[in-house]
């Protein structure tokens, strides 16, 4: 195998992950850590590191048109910010001192919940609990867009959401997720936001906390361009792809047949760390 | 309640939109580079080995893209679809100082240290 070769098929890889993460809505860079592993046999920290990277470009990509409609919650987002950037940092910090084999078993750990959670139907019951006072001195209430018009919300228990997304942040700067599942957790159960926003402004949270992991793991030397090239390329086509067939697909039986094979990485991924 | 930060929104789509243009432009176009050069078998990155020093820093890389190497300019793509995140939120800074909103301009700067620090501070790299 030559570099056209190689490049052309982690390309191709890429692509179908970026295409089936957004049809999903289970993200592309989740597939992609245990698919350069698993099948190209590349090494865990150059792994992340370009899945890192496509984890930026979907979400800068698809965050450029949620924000536009107006339902992602810019004030809610910044805020938890705080926690997922530094939760990043401190995942990042984390690879340097772990084992291989630890890092593969946590990987694998978590796409088994994201699994899980993703075959879950959503259950929010969409009653609004009323103003919070933390909340309020944070002036996180807003309005989103339905189809009676801009409705208003509350939003609910900010110090939970503040360390859930902690946790999203070590995960991300660890693994090289974007950790999207956790963090419509803290939005959607803790913070009650309506469903639409809290899947918008993970979306849009996910590209700030993927770049403070990838800077630091650019100057650890650990994102390598040639690999990253055909991941990032590949998965941000895909993802803009799947956006588009979005609107007309049936996405549950896809969604249950994605959920199926996420959870095989994810028994590959910890057998590989127990080996 | 109304939405005075609809603007603020409409110019954060447009910044994030031309980021990842712009990435994904250079990415492409030093890939094209590396792979017309590099004809000899694929890097192994079946062992870890880091990336040279000068592809690690924001200062070696834009030095290295004069060079027109594949590498680096696809590096400077990658560094550019860093940077677009940053940039939003630096945009941020601005329109909450616009807006007077100090509690924001606050949470928005503290976001923006840990993102400058992540990508210039020295991460003990080895």
């Not at chain 1, 899945?51 to 107006?70: F, P």
């Not at chain 1, 609990?129 to 909340?135: F, H, T």
């Not at chain 2, 690690?56 to 560094?79: D, F, M």
């Amino acid at each position: 195998m030559n570099t056209i070769e190689f490049t052309a098929l982690v390309g191709l890889g890429s692509l179908l992950a970026g295409f089936l993460g957004a049809l999903t809505g289970l993200g592309g860079g989740v597939v992609i850590v245990p698919l350069l592993i698993l099948a190209f046999h590349v090494d865990i920290h150059y792994a992340i590191g370009a899945a890192l990277v496509s984890v930026i470009a979907t979400s800068s990509g698809a965050a450029a048109a949620y924000v536009r409609e107006g339902y992602s919650n810019v004030r809610v987002g910044m805020f938890l910010e705080i926690a997922t950037t530094i939760g990043a940092l401190v995942g990042a910090a984390l690879v340097m001192h772990l084992h291989v084999s630890v890092i593969s078993i946590v990987f694998g750990v978590v796409l088994l919940y994201s699994a899980y959670a993703s075959t879950k139907e959503h259950t929010h019951s969409g009653a609004d609990a009323g103003s919070d006072r933390i909340a309020t001195w944070l002036k996180m209430d807003s309005t989103y867009p339905t189809a009676n018009g801009w409705e208003s919300y509350h939003v609910r228990e900010v110090p939970q959401a503040f360390g859930l997304m902690f946790v999203a942040g070590v995960l991300s700067g660890l693994l090289g997720i974007g950790s999207g599942a956790v963090k419509v957790l803290a939005m959607d159960r803790t913070m009650k936001l309506p469903f639409k926003v809290s899947t918008t402004t993970s979306n849009f949270m996910i590209g700030v906390t993927a770049a403070a992991g990838a800077g630091v793991y650019l100057s650890r030397g650990y994102i390598d361009p040639g690999l990253a090239m055909p991941v990032m390329l590949g998965v941000l086509a895909g993802s803009l792809l799947g956006a588009r067939v979005l609107e007309r697909a049936e996405v549950r039986v896809l969604r249950r047949v994605f959920s199926g094979v996420i959870a095989v990485l994810a028994v590959e991924m910890i057998y590989k760390g127990l080996k | 309640m109304e939405r005075t930060d609809q603007r603020m929104d409409e110019i954060m789509g447009r910044l994030l939109r031309t980021g990842v243009i712009l990435a994904a432009v250079f990415v492409l176009a030093g890939g094209a580079v590396y792979l017309a050069r590099h004809q000899t078998p694929p890097t192994n990155y079946r062992v870890f080995q880091g990336e040279p020093e000068e592809l690690r820093t924001v200062p070696g890389i834009i030095y290295e893209v004069r060079g027109l190497q594949g590498r680096a300019l696809i590096q400077l793509g990658l560094l550019l679809l860093i940077a677009t995140p940053i940039s939003r939120v630096a945009f941020s800074v601005v329109a909450f100082l616009y807006q007077r909103d100090w509690t924001y301009v606050l949470v928005t700067l503290i976001v923006l240290g840990l993102l400058v620090y992540s990508l210039l501070g020295r991460n003990g790299g080895g």
